[in-house]
């Protein structure tokens, strides 16, 4: 079936590119990736290098070059081959491309690419290439690459490992050693100014010919093998490699453990390796998966983005977080956002909640680097950094973007004002608690991250004596664009939701854990009079409500007395279209028109509104909404839904979905490389299907669903965990069907719609759906 | 002898102009103007118009034109006179200037024009011109205009009404009447938008010789009289003119009055309409004045600031503020900021308290202005104008500067940010209180006003419940630069006074008018708790504290973690020398450059900190301040004073003493005019002497000096009224002596450095300065 863009897919379970489009390299290089959550490797042709952006981005290997920006390193290629028929190299750049076809095959993390090519000179080739990063040993990426001539000639082949790579801020490894050991080539390498060593080895195996020649040949950075063969028409060479990758943050000797991996990698073979690869695959899809039926497109675009929601985040690890780009490139320091936890978390809070428990674990981890923000700006508990990497530290730099019409630097505020993202996690740790029941998590990890967030607040928080409540000053919510504004609706609903759950916790805690409790008070210093603190806040914390005859809910103090205009007429007074349309001094700053969801995102969040209060500030707030940021259109898809409007529901989830697949834009901005995957869009995906047409919601006390689908499917399938119960789902426009396996524990009480049914274990229950 | 610009004084009571000066014609037209709060006439020459910046600036004619400012009207110009010798018009800026001299009379407000002039065709004239805007009955400005020929001359002259007057900010009069009433001419007009009759009567009388013709020549807007005369060699023709101007505002009749005026002036003569018009000036001097022996360029620039303090100021009325440019030109809106009370205001207090409490009673009469910006902006009680006119309420807009490097305008917020302003007014009334006595003033008028002012910053306050204080946040202190910021140390000291004023008033109305306590409150609508709110307040709201090492006090929260570099640099910075310093993205903002005294200003105003403090705060902050307003120098003097630097007193003395005399940049400044006499410094000059060099202060239990005179001065002379008894004060180096007038009520208790001595009426006691 065709999609946008020479796209296609089969059954959506691939996608293929059918035709080469040069421009779009940086595009699809993100877009046709393979990763692991250990690292990423980018959708790129084996022949390339630096100036085509190939890159295989690895976790932990956080280094800052040149005083520049810290982010992670992008290992050197041992997948780098190059083909020559009778001199001439094969790349689609050149020559004749007979027959094309790129494929990224999402059920099995599969990259591949066909390609029959005519040299100038005349000779031909079938090229047939397949790699993969394993699922099975996070450090392999194996490669087979398949040539096979129409006619007699003199092949070349070059294969090794290129380590002259593409940095986006600065070169990060030195110190290159090229090494030759047995029959592996490896490059030893260190990071400039964090004293990383990371080593990549190369194995492999010749199949079909005999090289008449073979020579090692060491360049700067680069240690290649160049095989000459002797070829005659038909006849078929297959070259096996293995690429292996460790670094000193994975273990103590990372040479010997990437040389280790390599030999047995090629040993055991490559189909041996993509069989336990595709195993470990079709564990994940099993829980994962979301059926679409009646829209194969939807569903395609769906499975493109659990996959890449998937290879972004780093399973095997509870310190390190998911990056905003992902592994698909350096951009935004491989550090997280907010996104991590509002965005990218749900889908395995419900699908895979050890992967949930972990990423919460990371925030435990980093609560020095919260501690040490909130101090330095004056404050006390766990002030979260806005864009976290390894330590927790805040990241971001006080000067962004630059005026482009002064040439000056921006001093913007998302490092100081933006205090929603501690919250935000107090939030994440609790929908943990109700998805998966796992109070002991809280006992050990979320109480001391709740309580410091408790405290933060109580820190920023000012009270207004006349009015009797409290506010919170000087902020930036989720829309960027308005900075320095007060009581920011969505940032004061997490706030109190937070210091809610700090108290329920506290007093949970004094039945289920005194000692721990106790021995947590102690340490954060914390007493009776703190909790009353707390307590207190709750009540009189002031939570905008929605105005009496128009419903709606005031995004901030004063932001109905802006300019109300569209986002269009507001684009229109723009000088250069590369202004940055947000505070101080942008043409948004003294009107409505938003960067990306605020009131929305809460009532995403927070199911305290009604229908009516819903659909009034849906209704307000989307047309003036300019989704400058991929994380809007899947909230906007989820409200749409719950107010009933199918139509923009779908039309959000197709934004969101295709943020990336169908990118034409230029990744490369004035300089700036702007590529990368947008991950939060893809978690984001999940939630506008789960959350949005099926209508989950999750309570301590059961679940309930509130469906509606688009009119374009006939079924949608989906599977959640809730308390570690497995639960199928199947609906339909007539009915749910909900499934509770047989192994399960607990009986669940479900409600759909107002119709509540308790399902037990092995039980399958159908609710109809009226309308 | 000699001053700069070409400028001279005899013996320090006139500024004569010694060479005319075309460039400079805006600013001579505001120094060498007439004036008696009434109305300003500018310095300028009978013959000029619109186009030579011809001003007669009437006080309560506000209008507001095409939308643009409402400001007060510039009055059509009934001195308006031309000489033509043989056709050729007497003016500076053609023919030959044999001898040329103007004069400021500051002694008795008379404007002198002395010009010895040849025409190209060969015919002269000496003529001599003398104005004055008359203090006995403000609605005249009597002329005298004497011409006498070198040889025999054809003399056309030209005198009448010219209405095609100069206007800032569009034209504010329109239905002009040329009317002739018996020999009268009169201009009749009124306000576009605030439709107020402006009407200006003209009587003249020639004597000396008998014109050969007379016509009236109507023009648009002009009602002239064109006499001819064939004059002798040597023969002398004085004109006599009188300008009468009312307006509906004065009374109900403007034009009967005007022509009323102008016939019974005329019929009395110039002579003795300047006799009684001399008579009132050497009354106001007579408490005024300051003498300094041994600087005779001191006493003159003294003198001229004194003199244009006293003409700024509208002393016939309660009900109408001191613009910041005085009467001198339409700028500024003709309305009053913090420079009213903090700045002009307290020469008056200790010379003629009466005109003091007008100016309150002016903020008394605009309170319902004040409440009123309080309600819009969310708040209750008195926000007082950042900009006040008649009615009080907020002139000033919310963008006035334009990015010259975006072409866009800026959003400061001296309209919603700058409190500061409403407790300046409560201190005021305070300084009012201790300096008079008048207890009863506090009671008719200054009790709702600092009452209104205390619920204002209840209104505005927050409470930080873990610092267990009171805040005030996003502000604009004195330091314009710096907007959004959090405890200002001058608003937070400022805010505390005031409400520990509204207390003690409180308390102590209690005891001596209960009935109009109890009154006051039932129509403010405030019971006993408010007042608690008050007490708490007063106790709990943060005061910044000097550093225990290095004693300084920080200007708002984060300051001291703001670039610490100096102005210069911070200008080498600009990209275009016109660009706007301050907020939001002006080269100041994250520096500690400072536009004017804001620490500085409150260790003026609160005698509360050691010198040691004092003087660490000045030798910190006096660096840094780019003095980017006229208000800067004085206070900087103040405290120089007092922490022993009589040096740098001096210098910043003569600094705000010469802002207008020494002004030599262009007053034209890209098409925008900012010329106008800074009155505040004008009054800022009589405090940094009486404050700053001999070092008042006043407590209601008596005054106290701390002398130190500047090394050229060998001694300093001056009276002051405290609670309405008369004393003389004589400062040398050696002694301080103070009389005490025979017609004293009280006797005084005066402290100089640590001597404290009772002063009876009739004696005087001397004090020796040991240093
Ligand atoms: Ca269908
Ligand atoms: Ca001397």
Known sequence: MKLKNNLSTENGWQIRENKFNEDQIVITGSNFMIGNGY???????????????????????????????????????????????????????????????????????????????????????????????????????????????????????????????????????????????????????????????????????????????????????????????????????????????????????????????????????????????????????????????????????????????????????????IGARGLSCQAYQGSAFWDQEIFNMPMFLYTRPELAKNILKYRYHTLDGARKKAKDLGYYGAYYAWVSGKSGEELCP??????????????????????????????????????????????????????????????????????????????????????????????????????????????KLQDTAPQKLIKLLGSLGLGEEDIDNWREMVELIYLPQPDEETLLIEQFDGYFDLEDVTPKEVESRLKDPHEYLGWPVGVTVRTQVSKQADVVQLLCMHNSFDEEVMKANYEYYEPRCEHGSSLSPSSHSIVASKVGNTDEAYKHLMKSATVDLYNTNKAIHGGTFIGGIHTAACGGTWQAIVKGFAGLEVKTEGISFDPILPEEWDELEFNLKYNYNDLELEITDEQLV?????????????????????????????????S
Chains 1, 2 share one sequence.
């Not at 796992?438 to 607040?457: K, M, N």
């Not at 399902?759 to 399958?764: D, L």
Request: charged share 30%.
């Open 738 to 770: 909900i499934n509770s396996v047989v192994k399960n524990k607990d009986a669940i009480e479900v409600k759909v719609n107002d119709e509540v049914k308790i399902i037990k274990p092995g039980e399958e229950v159908v609710f109809s759906l009226c």
């Open 398 to 507: 006080d000067f962004f973007f630059e005026n482009v019409l002064t040439g000056r630097k921006i001093r913007n505020h998302f490092n100081d004002w933006q205090i929603h993202v501690s919250p935000d996690i107090a939030y994440a740790v609790w929908q943990y608690y109700q998805a998966t029941g796992d109070w002991e998590f809280i006992e050990d990890y979320g109480a001391e991250i709740v309580f410091e967030i408790a405290q933060f607040l109580v820190a920023h928080a000012y009270f207004k004596k006349d009015k009797n409540r409290y506010e919170f000053i000087r902020l930036l919510g989720p829309d960027e664009y308005h900075e320095n504004v007060d009581n920011n609706a969505f940032t004061n609903y997490q706030a109190q939701y937070a210091l809610d759950k700090a108290v329920t916790i506290y007093e």
């Open 39 to 321: 690292l990423g490797y980018r959708g790129t042709s084996a022949e390339w290098g630096a100036d085509e952006y190939v890159g295989c981005i690895v976790t932990d290997t956080y280094d800052m070059a040149d005083g520049k920006w810290r982010e992670l390193c992008n290992a050197p290629n041992a997948l780098y081959t190059k083909l020559y028929l009778e001199g001439e190299l094969v790349s689609e750049f050149e020559g004749k491309i007979n027959d094309y076809q790129r494929e990224i095959n999402l059920k099995h993390g599969l990259y591949n690419r066909k390609l029959n090519w005519s040299a100038n000179n005349g000779a031909s080739v079938q090229l047939d290439v397949e790699k993969f990063a394993s699922y099975d040993n996070l450090h392999l990426v194996p490669m087979e690459y398949t040539f096979e001539v129409q006619e007699d000639t003199e092949v070349t082949l070059i294969t090794g490992i290129d380590g002259q790579v593409w940095d986006l801020n600065g070169q990060h490894l030195k110190d290159h050693e090229l090494i030759v050991e047995d029959d592996l080539t490896v490059i030893k390498a260190v990071t400039g100014e964090s004293n990383i060593e990371l080593d990549v080895a190369e194995a492999l195996e010749i199949v079909g010919a005999k090289p008449k020649s073979e020579e090692i040949i060491k360049e700067e950075k680069r240690i290649l093998r160049q095989l000459k063969f002797d070829l005659a028409a038909g006849e078929q060479v297959t070259l096996k490699k293995v690429m292996s990758v460790y670094s000193s943050n994975d273990l103590a000797n990372p040479f010997e453990a990437a040389t280790r991996d390599a030999k047995t990698a090629i040993e055991a073979g490559y189909d041996k390796l993509k069989e336990v690869h595709q195993t470990k695959w079709d564990q994940v899809w099993e829980v994962s998966d979301i059926k679409v039926d009646g829209d194969l497109e939807a569903q395609t675009l769906l499975r493109f983005n659990l996959y890449h929601n998937t290879i972004c985040t780093p399973a095997h690890s509870d310190k390190l977080p």
